[in-house]
């Protein structure tokens, strides 16, 4: 027993580690960061103060926020040759191809944050990852559509100032709207982590090598690129801009409840959470509010939606199987109308995504027991047999 939680023996001995950090009941649709439900972290926190939470285990008091704030914005800005580093990238390259590398890159511009057996070093490497991200996702937007970077403005908070990096331009004011930015800020709390997901367990398995924090997190970037995994929300508005129109949803549905075809319902269905995933709730919501502001209420997409989703959720397939809307199931249609491109939304959850990482690969280095992980296999293949020379085959 520890607090409220037993221990199911069976459910540990399948466990792959052990961690504080984020707790998740697929049953109950449940998920909490550090103990602290993700509905009230969403409408009371903001996101970097969801980043402290996740690093150091508890929320920050005003004095501890004004000084994480201020060791963040001190690393915002990335090294002038990484700008020249993205003219090596074709224009239309994905940006996730161009975030698995310029990520991966930091390594070679912060060499006195990969050492990570000094503490100091560790915690430099965690405040440069979560600060210059936004700034090479928004630069890796600007090469995409042929604009200038635009540098960090500090004096914005975290969310307002990457929205700044991504849609200002030279010849004008920027004004922030208050309602994407308080809509992407939540968007970032519910993406920031998710215990052992796909990409967390890259990263840790990479950090348990001693690689390079920079190195790690480009692992994260990379398997976190997946329609399966983080590359879903992509994957999802695809399939809601295919289906068109609520007339069609029975035709596609069919095709997800057919063994034969390898068609799913992009946005349903999740490895752990057998009931409604907590967050699609909240990015219901912040889906609809974004799309009010727009007068956008009719947006076809969110019909779409709307309607296989109330579909889906009273058919006996997916009743039996427990497929439920995940998280990325209304996040394309949010963002799509804030005006970032399907190319993009990957790189938003990445965004997000880095703090969890970030928290995951400290809590496992500064674990004085963590070996190099090196999971085992069930070898199924050919028994032992005897080399056959070339001409004798
Ligand atoms: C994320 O791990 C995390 O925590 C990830 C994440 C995070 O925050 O890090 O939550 C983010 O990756 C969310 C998931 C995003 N992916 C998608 O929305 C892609 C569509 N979903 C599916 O590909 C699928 O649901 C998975 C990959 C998410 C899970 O696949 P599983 O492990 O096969 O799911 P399951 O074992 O619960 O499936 C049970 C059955 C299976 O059929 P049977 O083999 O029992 O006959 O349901 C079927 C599956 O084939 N099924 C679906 C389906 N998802 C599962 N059928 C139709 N449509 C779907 N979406």
Redesign the pocket.
Known sequence: QTGMFTYDPGFTSTASCESEITY?DGDEGVLLYRGYPIEQLAEQGDFLETCYLLLYGELPTPIQRRDFNYRITRHTMVHEQMARFFQGFRRDAHPMAVMVASVGALSAFYHDSTDISDQRQRMVASMRLIAKIPTLAAMAYKYSIGQPFVYPKNELDYTSNFLRMCYAVPCEEYKINPIFARALDRIFIL?A????????STVRLAGSSGANPFACIAAGVAC?W????????E??LKMLTEIGTVENIPKYVAR??D?NDP????????????NY?P?AKIMQQTCHEVLNELGMKDDPLLQVAIELERIALSDE??IE???YP????YSGITLKAMGFPISMFTVL?AVA?TS?WIAQWKEMIEDPGQKIGRPRQLYIGAARRDYVPLDKR
């Open positions: 998740i993406h982590d998710h215990e052992q997901n796909a990409s967390t976190l997946g329609p399966a995994h983080g590359g879903a929300n994957a999802a997800a409840k063994k068609f799913r319902l992009m946005g349903f269905g999740h490895r752990v959470y057998k995933d967050r397939y997916f199987k427990k497929l995940n998280i990325d199931f959850f995504r969890g």
